[in-house]
């Protein structure tokens, strides 16, 4: 099931309906704009309490279970911590893939 949720993540970026940067995906967070967050398993211990904290407060939902390795490979880019989907319909279908 992760070869597809990432799979789907890579669409999304090329649908542009991500946010990949860490101050992006805080204000996409904080402004509503964000409907998932995908965190990498092994984010580091400050960084997954600031965006676990955020979202809980904002209530966006959270989905792990993906190396930050395997987020970058993903997004055709350099080791990623998360990523936030900016999209319904992409954020619904993440999470079930994610169950």
């Known amino acids: 099931m992760m070869n597809k949720l990432l799979a789907?993540?890579?669409l999304a970026k090329r649908a542009g309906k991500l946010s990949f940067y860490e101050e992006a995906n805080l204000l996409a967070i904080r402004s509503g704009r964000?409907?998932?967050?995908v965190l990498a398993e092994d984010a580091g211990e400050s960084t997954a309490k600031k965006y676990l904290d955020k979202c809980r407060y904002y209530q966006v939902p959270?989905?792990?279970?993906?190396?930050?390795?395997?987020l970058g490979v993903a997004l055709g880019s350099p080791p990623?911590?998360?990523?936030a989907v900016l999209d319904e319909?992409?954020?619904?279908?993440l999470t079930q893939l994610a169950r």
Request: proline share 0%; no cysteine.
């Open 34 to 37: 964000a409907r998932l967050l």
């Open 89 to 93: 319909g992409f954020a619904k279908k």
């Open 8 to 10: 789907l993540l890579g």
């Open 62 to 70: 959270v989905v792990r279970g993906v190396s930050r390795e395997n």
């Open 80 to 83: 990623r911590t998360a990523v």
